[in-house]
T-cell receptor
Framework: DAKTTQPPSMDCAEGRAANLPCNHS???????VYWYRQIHSQGPQYIIH???NNETNEMASLIITEDRKSSTLILPHATLRDTAVYYC????????????FGQGTRLTINP | NAGVTQTPKFQVLKTGQSMTLQCAQD?????MYWYRQDPGMGLRLIYY???????DKGEVPNGYNVSRLNKREFSLRLESAAPSQTSVYFC????????????????FGAGTRLSVL
C-alpha cells in the first residue's frame, strides 16, 4: 500500500468547512483513497473512499487531484462531534486484508 | 441493524486467566477481523477470517486463538492472559458490495477494553 502524509493536527471553527489534506505521491493506478476517523475511545469509522473522481456522501466530500498524488477530505459544516483523528489510507481494492492506519490528523473543532 | 457488536465492553483479568471476547455482525459480511490498539498507537491485526470456516494469522497472533462460529460470529480467546495483552480490542467486518464504486470497507465495533493485572 502507498504511503500517506498528513498534518499531525488541525483546528477548525464549528460550522465552518474542515479541509483535511493528504499526500500520496507514490499511489499506483489501481489503489483507492480511503478516509476513516476515530473519535476518542471509539472504533474507527469509515467516511468515504474514491479512485480518481471526486466523491460525496452524507458525511463528507473527497477531492482527488488529477494526478492522484494528493486528496482533500471536506467536512462541509463541522460540528463538535467531528473532533477526532482522521486517517487517510491508500490501498488496493483486492488483496491485503488489514487496514494500516498511519498517524492521522487530529482535528479539533472549536466552539 | 446493530452493525458490529462486541462483548464485553470492559474486562479486568489476572495474569494467567482465560477469557473469550465475542463479536457478532448482522450485515451478512463474509470477512471478519480482530485488531488490538495500544495507547497512542495504531491498530494491529491479530487474526482474520476471510469467510466462514477459515481463519488466518495477522501480524500479532501469539497468545490468541480465534473461532469463526458461523457467518455472524467471530470470537477471540486469550488462553493465559499476560499484562502485555492489556489493550483495546476491536472487531471488524468487511463489506465488498458496491454499485458505481466497489467498496472493500471495514466496519468496526465499539471495542473491548481489557486490563490484565
Amino acid at each position: 500500500d502507498a504511503k500517506t502524509t498528513q498534518p499531525p493536527s488541525m483546528d477548525c471553527a464549528e460550522g465552518r468547512a474542515a479541509n483535511l489534506p493528504c499526500n500520496h505521491s507514490t499511489i499506483s493506478g489501481n489503489e483507492y483513497v480511503y478516509w476513516y476517523r476515530q473519535i476518542h475511545s471509539q472504533g474507527p469509522q469509515y467516511i468515504i473512499h474514491g479512485l480518481k473522481n471526486n466523491e460525496t456522501n452524507e458525511m463528507a466530500s473527497l477531492i482527488i487531484t488529477e494526478d492522484r498524488k494528493s486528496s482533500t477530505l471536506i467536512l462541509p459544516h463541522a460540528t463538535l462531534r467531528d473532533t477526532a483523528v482522521y486517517y487517510c489510507i491508500v490501498r488496493l481494492l483486492q488483496g491485503a486484508q488489514k487496514l494500516v492506519f498511519g498517524q492521522g490528523t487530529r482535528l479539533t473543532i472549536n466552539p | 441493524n446493530a452493525g458490529v457488536t462486541q462483548t464485553p465492553k470492559f474486562q479486568v483479568l489476572k495474569t494467567g486467566q482465560s477469557m473469550t471476547l465475542q463479536c457478532a455482525q448482522d450485515m451478512n459480511h463474509n470477512s471478519m477481523y480482530w485488531y488490538r490498539q495500544d495507547p497512542g498507537m495504531g491498530l494491529r491485526l491479530i487474526y482474520y477470517s476471510a469467510s466462514e470456516g477459515t481463519t488466518d494469522k495477522g501480524e500479532v497472533p501469539n497468545g490468541y486463538n480465534v473461532s469463526r462460529l458461523n457467518k455472524r460470529e467471530f470470537s477471540l480467546r486469550l488462553e493465559s492472559a499476560a499484562p502485555s495483552q492489556t489493550s483495546v480490542y476491536f472487531c471488524a467486518s468487511r463489506d465488498w458490495t458496491g454499485t458505481h464504486l466497489p467498496k472493500n470497507i471495514q466496519y468496526f465495533g465499539a471495542g473491548t477494553r481489557l486490563s490484565v493485572l
